[in-house]
């Protein structure tokens, strides 16, 4: 990886960047800033081999205790951007600075941040694991992660040097491979399978596919038109109370919607006509013998 480039000329900065990854330098390098700009001495003590120093933040407004061990150089602060970033907060950088720390000690930093955070990884089939556990450590996979470590770290010192190196070791990468070939038989796509994975495959499955849920409405086809038409002429049919005829329909889907009624019995209007003209009468009277 490129340097970062880099606010001042301290040692302690520049630590930093060939330290950290360039997405946490940048937020190491905004702390370091603040260190040097915002930051004041309210407070000094010390107590059982550790200095405490009351650091006044004129962003933040607030006063922070910084306890720093000089003969571990260990230190932890009451901001805990330490334990929540596992970056060294500007208050712990402004302590560094004033005792003339050139470098970060190992206490302030995580690994997993770092740019050689992958180099010592060791790891078996089962995950990654300690150094002390040895005995369950897959030694071919260490060698391969070292590999891997110094390709990278190879192909970040070609950055910006002359063509003829990368030639040069773009010749020596094939003529290893060429050299190598011979005494090393191809692998199968299920042996590079195993290899990628780190253990071997097991034949036997004990896992059965699930059973088939039939849902509400599944399973059902969609009837075509001459489908439809034969299973409408195997109903029996019924009588239309528009057209008055036996067919496959009713009143509602008549295809004859406008039939024309036969006209009503003269004599049975003449005959509603007076039994309404009795009843009103009737009514008439009543309300006089009321009165």
Known sequence: QSTPQLFSKSALESDGARLFTHAVFEEFQEEYKCSTNTLTSRGFSESN??????VKDALRNRNFIV???PGTLESSCTCKLFERRGVPCRHILWIYLGNGLEKIPESSFAKRWTKDALRDIKSNHKGCVGVGDVDIIDKKRIEMTKLWS?????????IGRE???V???CKLIKEFREKLLPSVPPMTKHQELEELLGCATNNEITILP???SKNKGSGKRMM???AKVVACASKPKRMCNNCKQMAHHDKRNCPNPFVERPPQNVDDEEE???EEEEEEEEENEDDELED
């Open 49 to 54: 081999n550790m200095e405490l120093n009351t």
């Open 272 to 274: 509603e006509e007076e």
């Open 224 to 226: 075509s038109n001459k």
């Open 163 to 165: 063509k003829e190196h």
């Open 167 to 169: 030639e040069d070791l």
């Open 67 to 69: 306890q720093y061990n």
């Open 210 to 212: 699930p059973k088939i």
């Open 150 to 158: 110094e390709v990278h770290e190879t192909m970040g010192v070609l």
